[in-house]
């Protein structure tokens, strides 16, 4: 997926520094940055060379831009022509004083960002919406490259320099140091001519960036503890690269400084933002193959840098849209493409994270909280509504959204589809002048105790086109009314008896805890698909189950997260690996990984066929994993791919109409453009909550009756629960709500309730988990609670849950 943008008609002449206005004249608004004469030159010939450099910028191509106003998902319409640096940066020190002068600090002084004119956002296709993806470039795709320009020598090392700086902080005189960071940073070839390990190497391939790693990270890390002077000089460096780099098609060398750019912690600042926002800009503009070194490259930086260079474009983020300080920037209406830009550099990280394993940092740490509190329906809107348009929405870098966001837009998304169906229902009813009827708004599934399963299949399969209104359970028999309880009963009751062992839809495997498709063979899926349902529909009302699927399973149910028009189309279908099996059956997988790395002979030690044998209902049955598999050895020439087509067909092939039944049932409740925000770990969190606890949160949100939180009984209550170790802290949640994670909203969410109970002090205390509820009877010490709790939850199973 690329992040380039179509070209833009713009004139050649707004690239020029100060296009339109005579050459060294000051901007009234945003002044230009002029070139500094040489020392003892004459006036006529610094004009000469002006000039000059004036007709060669006219020559220069315009800069790749977004046809269309793209950054309008946060000021829609603005579609301004843009200008360079040069309308925004104030004039540098325009002549230089003499030699004498030449170690003083160049005053930066910070640009009139209020008058910087609208930039063209680069906006990627909106319905292109999965996440960026570089794996499906070749390993060694090259643009075009022009030719690498020559290289000044630079001899200074890293020892060098950390002497110059170390001399420079015992004697105060900065001017080596000075010229060092003022000298490298003025041009792309001089930062690579600092930073490359090798001048005379090409380093053109996307597994070395050829950077000297070690010596940016200590020449950044000496900056922030440098004079003023020095630091405002690499920014002026720094305008002045950019300003030059605008010369169409990108050599290594250019990406290389990019690479190393990006990196100045300078950026955290908010008065460096200006630059940054141009740095990111540039970087976002080019082509997909540069972009595909570029993430390549980023996936060698260390974990602790790599988490710094996320955090500082979300910050970036973060401000632009509510700034601490708004005068510190231009107006939103003036930079629209700030925000673009930052994301889709973002997005490169996010490739790049996503191409180890284990990733560098977790996925989450893409996430910004901030995206929480604007008005995410209408990013959903624009992302789905203007799918040719090249309208900018957080939507298309679902990466950056949280879970708890993601959360919202599925709920608001399932509730106007609710409302939308309900509403259907309600004028066809009236269209045929028959008597609305109040039961017609509500999915109403009627099941008895004694046949739980078999009801709820026919319920569910009679009433497929209510499935999208508001669940509401009645058990036959018994009164009462559907508050969410019985709801939440129904779920908990059906999910327990048809995961149970002797029921055979479902393998649990005791290594790792988790349930697994059984292989065997059936002539009716449809409790597969009763099983999808039920998922879809706690989803769907924000129910939250008990179920043990490996992350694989998830993996699967995105494939694809929408379901094809072509029946024939295969779904359910994902790249399995080794990793995915060991979280299922971590044995088996664990004698495949040794398979590996047998350094003997594999073909006469194991004696192995591309064939796998199941035993199904007592009969032991064999299957090719190729054709003629069972006349194919395995050697230590092909046992990768045994390995791998044996891995495919326990995850895939053996269980594939089980799976396929089970996608449909999910997908025929949770069907929505919303699915393809998410990732298969936030399915997961969405159907069965986050493993993480924390019970001081649970402590602030717990409700009580019949008690006071400054009650003792109350008091002894939460230093026990505090002082459990996460094992009994999972217990007790499980004991009082049926399952011991937690929502996504987090603990507040689980509306935790303890209400006294006057039975008597040798009772045990009880849970109502269809109300998260906890009955505790007032005990008259800690260690008689302790005592009691510890073994209530201990022994859950069998009394105490409705």
């Given at each position: 997926m690329?992040?380039q943008?179509?070209?833009?008609?713009?004139?050649a002449?707004?690239?020029?520094p100060?296009?339109?206005?005579?050459?060294?004249?000051?901007?009234?608004q945003?002044?230009?940055?002029?070139?500094?004469?040489?020392?003892?030159g004459?006036?006529?010939?610094?004009?000469?060379?002006?000039?000059?450099?004036?007709k060669?910028?006219?020559?220069?191509?315009?800069?790749?831009?977004?046809?269309?106003?793209?950054?309008?998902?946060?000021?829609?319409?603005?579609k301004?022509?843009?200008?360079?640096?040069?309308?925004?940066?104030?004039?540098?020190?325009?002549?230089?004083?003499?030699?004498?002068?030449?170690?003083?600090p160049?005053?930066?002084?910070?640009?009139?960002?209020?008058?910087?004119?609208?930039?063209?956002?680069?906006?990627?296709?909106?319905?292109?919406?999965?996440?960026?993806?570089?794996?499906?470039l070749?390993?060694?795709?090259?643009?075009?490259?022009?030719?690498?320009?020559?290289?000044p020598?630079?001899?200074?090392t890293?020892?060098?320099?950390?002497?110059?700086?170390?001399k420079?902080?015992?004697?105060?005189?900065?001017?080596?140091?000075?010229?060092f960071?003022?000298?490298?940073?003025?041009?792309f070839?001089?930062?690579?001519?600092?930073?490359?390990?090798?001048?005379?190497?090409?380093?053109?391939?996307?597994?070395?960036?050829?950077?000297?790693?070690?010596?940016?990270?200590?020449?950044?890390?000496?900056?922030?503890?440098?004079?003023?002077?020095?630091?405002?000089?690499?920014?002026?460096?720094?305008?002045?690269?950019?300003?030059?780099e605008?010369?169409?098609?990108?050599?290594?060398?250019?990406?290389r400084?990019?690479?190393?750019?990006?990196?100045?912690?300078?950026?955290?600042?908010?008065?460096?933002?200006v630059?940054?926002?141009?740095?990111?800009r540039?970087i976002?503009?080019?082509?997909?193959?540069?972009?595909?070194?570029?993430?390549?490259?980023?996936?060698?930086?260390?974990?602790?840098?790599?988490?710094?260079?996320?955090?500082?474009?979300?910050?970036?983020?973060?401000?632009?849209?509510?700034?601490?300080?708004?005068?510190?920037?231009?107006?939103?209406?003036?930079?629209?493409?700030?925000?673009?830009?930052?994301?889709?550099?973002?997005?490169?990280?996010?490739?790049?994270?996503?191409?180890?394993?284990?990733?560098?940092?977790?996925?989450?740490?893409?996430?910004?909280?901030?995206?929480?509190?604007?008005?995410?329906?209408?990013?959903?809107?624009?992302?789905?509504?203007?799918?040719?348009?090249?309208?900018?929405?957080?939507?298309?870098?679902?990466?950056?959204?949280?879970?708890?966001?993601?959360?919202v837009?599925?709920?608001?998304?399932?509730e106007?589809?609710?409302?939308?169906?309900?509403?259907?229902?309600?004028?066809?009813?009236v269209?045929r002048?028959?008597?609305?009827?109040m039961?017609?708004?509500?999915?109403?599934?009627?099941?008895r105790?004694?046949?739980?399963?078999?009801?709820?299949?026919?319920?569910?399969?009679?009433k497929?086109?209510?499935?999208?209104?508001?669940?509401?359970?009645?058990?036959?028999?018994?009164?009462?009314?559907?508050?969410?309880?019985?709801?939440?009963?129904?779920f908990?009751?059906?999910?327990?008896?048809i995961?149970?062992?002797?029921?055979?839809?479902?393998?649990y495997?005791?290594?790792?805890?988790c349930?697994?498709?059984?292989s065997?063979?059936?002539?009716?899926?449809?409790e597969?698909?009763l099983?999808?349902?039920?998922?879809?529909?706690?989803?769907?009302?924000?129910?939250?189950?008990?179920?043990?699927?490996?992350?694989?399973?998830?993996?699967?149910?995105?494939?694809?997260?929408?379901?094809?028009?072509?029946?024939?189309?295969?779904?359910?279908?994902c790249?399995?690996?080794?990793?995915?099996?060991?979280?299922?059956?971590?044995?088996l997988?664990?004698?495949?990984?040794?398979?590996?790395?047998?350094?003997?002979?594999?073909?006469?030690?194991?004696?192995?066929?591309?064939?796998?044998?199941?035993?199904?209902?007592?009969?032991?049955?064999?299957?090719?994993?190729?054709?003629?598999?069972?006349?194919?050895?395995?050697?230590?020439?092909?046992?990768?791919?045994?390995?791998?087509?044996?891995?495919?067909?326990?995850?895939?092939?053996?269980?594939?109409?089980?799976?396929?039944?089970?996608?449909?049932?999910?997908?025929?409740?949770?069907?929505?453009?919303?699915?393809?925000?998410?990732?298969?770990e936030?399915?997961?969190?969405?159907?069965?909550?986050?493993?993480?606890?924390?019970m001081?949160?649970?402590?602030?949100?717990t409700q009580?009756e019949?008690y006071?939180?400054?009650?003792?009984?109350?008091?002894?209550?939460?230093?026990?629960?505090?002082?459990?170790?996460?094992?009994?802290?999972?217990?007790?949640?499980?004991?009082?709500?049926?399952?011991?994670?937690?929502?996504?909203?987090?603990?507040?969410?689980?509306?935790f309730?303890?209400?006294k109970?006057?039975t008597?002090t040798?009772?045990?205390?009880v849970?109502h988990?269809?109300?998260?509820?906890?009955?505790?009877?007032?005990?008259?010490?800690?260690?008689?609670?302790?005592?009691?709790?510890?073994?209530?939850?201990?022994n859950?199973?069998?009394?105490?849950?409705?």
């Open positions: 690329s992040l943008s179509p070209p833009a008609a713009t004139a002449a707004d690239l020029r100060g296009a339109g206005i005579p050459p060294g004249a000051e901007l009234s945003g002044s230009a940055v002029p070139r500094s004469a040489e020392e003892g004459e006036d006529e010939e610094e004009e000469e060379e002006e000039g000059e450099k004036e060669e910028r006219e020559k220069l191509p315009p800069i790749p831009s977004a046809s269309s106003a793209a950054a309008a998902g946060l000021e829609r319409g603005a301004n022509q843009f200008s360079t640096f040069s309308n925004f940066i104030t004039t540098i020190n325009q002549k230089k004083e003499g030699i004498g002068n030449r170690n003083s160049t005053q930066l002084v910070i640009p009139n960002i209020k008058n910087v004119r609208d930039l063209p956002p680069i906006c990627l296709d909106v319905r292109q919406k999965q996440r960026i993806s570089i794996d499906t070749p390993q060694e795709q090259k643009a075009p490259v022009p030719p690498e320009p020559s290289l020598i630079r001899t200074k890293v020892k060098d320099f950390q002497d110059d700086v170390e420079a902080k015992s004697s105060g005189d900065w001017k080596a140091v000075h010229d960071y003022s000298t490298t940073f003025d041009s070839l001089e930062i690579n001519a600092a930073f490359k390990k090798d001048t005379s190497s090409p380093f053109n391939t996307i597994e070395d960036s050829g950077i000297n790693a070690k010596f940016v990270n200590i020449v950044y890390d000496a900056l922030l503890n440098t004079p003023q002077d020095v630091q405002k000089s690499v920014l002026k460096g720094i305008i002045n690269g950019l300003l030059q605008w010369k169409g098609p990108r050599t290594k060398d250019d990406l400084a990019y690479c190393i750019l990006l990196q100045n912690p300078q950026f955290s600042n908010t008065s460096t933002y630059i940054y926002a141009h740095l990111l540039q976002a503009a080019l082509t997909e193959a540069d972009h595909h070194f570029l993430v390549h490259w980023s996936k060698k930086i260390s974990q602790r840098r790599f988490k710094q260079l996320v955090d500082r474009l979300l910050q970036f983020i973060s401000l632009r849209l509510f700034p601490a300080k708004p005068e510190e920037f231009p107006p939103m209406v003036k930079c629209t493409w700030w925000i673009p830009s930052a994301t889709k550099v973002l997005a490169l990280f996010n490739a790049a994270n996503s191409l180890i394993s284990p990733p560098i940092i977790s996925y989450t740490d893409f996430y910004n909280s901030t995206l929480d509190h604007i008005d995410l329906m209408e990013e959903y809107h624009n992302w789905q509504c203007y799918g040719n348009s090249h309208r900018f929405s957080f939507c298309q870098y679902p990466f950056i959204i949280s879970i708890a966001a993601k959360k837009i599925i709920q608001r998304d399932s106007q589809q609710m409302i939308s169906i309900a509403r259907q229902s309600l004028v066809d009813k269209s002048r028959q008597k609305p009827d039961n017609m708004l509500f999915l109403n599934v009627k099941v105790r004694t046949h739980l399963v078999s009801d709820s299949l026919d319920e569910l399969a009679r497929r086109a209510d499935l999208k209104k508001k669940l509401k359970v009645t058990f036959v028999g018994e009164a009462g009314l559907d508050m969410g309880g019985l709801t939440k009963e129904w908990l009751l059906l999910i327990r008896q995961f149970h062992p002797d029921y055979g839809m479902f393998t495997h005791k290594d790792s805890h349930h697994w498709f059984s065997f063979k059936c002539d009716n899926y449809s597969f698909r099983v999808g349902a039920l998922m879809g529909l706690a989803v769907y009302n924000s129910i939250t189950l008990d179920i043990r699927f490996p992350p694989c399973c998830y993996k699967k149910l995105l494939s694809p997260p929408i379901v094809p028009c072509d029946h024939n189309t295969l779904v359910g279908i790249d399995v690996t080794l990793d995915d099996l060991f979280q299922i059956m971590p044995e997988a664990h004698g495949l990984s040794e398979l590996l790395s047998y350094e003997g002979n594999v073909e006469e030690d194991f004696y192995s066929t591309f064939q796998v044998f199941q035993e199904e209902f007592g009969v032991i049955k064999s299957y090719n994993l190729k054709p003629n598999g069972d006349k194919i050895p395995v050697t230590n020439q092909n046992r990768k791919e045994y390995v791998q087509l044996y891995v495919d067909f326990l995850l895939n092939k053996s269980i594939y109409k089980q799976f396929a039944a089970f996608y449909y049932g999910f997908h025929s409740v949770c069907a929505s453009y919303a699915l393809l925000l998410l990732r298969p936030e399915v997961e969190i969405l159907v069965c909550g986050s493993p993480e606890l924390d001081s949160a649970l402590q602030r949100s009580y019949g006071q939180k400054t009650d003792l009984t109350i008091r002894y209550f939460w230093d026990v629960v505090l002082g459990f170790s996460l094992d009994l802290q999972k217990k007790l949640l499980h004991f009082a709500t049926g399952s011991d994670r937690v929502p996504v909203g987090g603990m507040a969410d689980l509306n309730k303890i209400s109970s006057d008597s040798n009772w045990l205390p849970a988990t269809c109300f998260n509820q906890l009955c505790l009877p007032p005990y008259k010490n800690k260690k008689e609670l302790k005592q009691k709790l510890i073994i209530g939850i201990s859950a199973e069998g009394f105490g849950l409705e």
